[in-house]
């Protein structure tokens, strides 16, 4: 049985206005803290921005791009995730930098989840603004951003935009992606998941 957090996720652009608790928000980068890394690096970094502080919001909310500010804008918390990519006091890179990264977003994705907040995970924005703003150093790379907050109203959104809030998560089913004996041969072991 698939943990109900994980099944309800899901990445919205609605957002309400409501502060988030900092108990709740500490919560969930205390749960990215936990994720497993390579060498135990822990080579994620999060910076914050809070609605409630409106300069940081707007200096953070610059960083994204046009088609995604239109909804960004609405979100609680903005947060930019960033890889550290070399090994700590080693002059070699950490190719699971953005492994280990993504680890630690899917825990915080899921405490979120469970304590009924929301995010919507961005590509969608300027890396080279979020390092001239933030003083980001040589060696750590801003990877996504992320906005945050409680559900809000999908009437709220432009018309454009709504439908996609309102339409059915789709996924992949499981003889697409788990395969055993070579690539693109499903498992087995789906197939016996079709049967049952």
């Avoid at 822990?42 to 960083?63: D, G, T, V």
């Avoid at 790379?141 to 709220?156: H, Q, S, T, Y």
Wanted: glycine share 6%; net charge positive; with cysteine.
């Amino acid at each position: 049985m698939v943990l109900k957090e994980i099944v309800s996720r899901r990445s919205i652009r609605a957002f309400d206005a409501r502060p988030v608790p900092i108990d709740l928000l500490i919560s969930l980068f205390e749960a990215a803290r936990w994720a497993p890394s390579s060498l135990n690096e822990q080579p994620w970094r999060f910076i914050i921005a809070r609605r409630e502080n409106s300069a940081q919001f707007e200096k953070m909310l610059s960083c994204t791009n046009e088609r995604n500010k239109i909804w960004a804008a609405t979100a609680s918390v903005l947060i930019i995730c960033i890889a550290r990519l070399h090994v700590t006091d080693r002059n070699i890179p950490n190719k699971y930098a953005y492994y280990d990264l993504g680890l630690a977003v899917g825990n915080l994705s899921v405490q979120a989840t469970s304590v009924d907040l929301h995010m919507r995970q961005m590509g969608g924005f300027h890396p080279e603004i979020a390092v001239k703003q933030y003083g980001i150093p040589e060696g750590f790379e801003p990877v996504c951003m992320i906005a945050l907050g409680f559900r809000g109203d999908a009437e709220n959104l432009p018309e454009s935009l709504r439908e996609k809030e309102q339409s059915p998560r789709i996924r992949k089913p499981l003889h697409d992606l788990v395969f055993e004996d070579s690539f693109g041969h499903a498992s087995a072991l789906v197939n016996q998941i079709k049967k049952g």
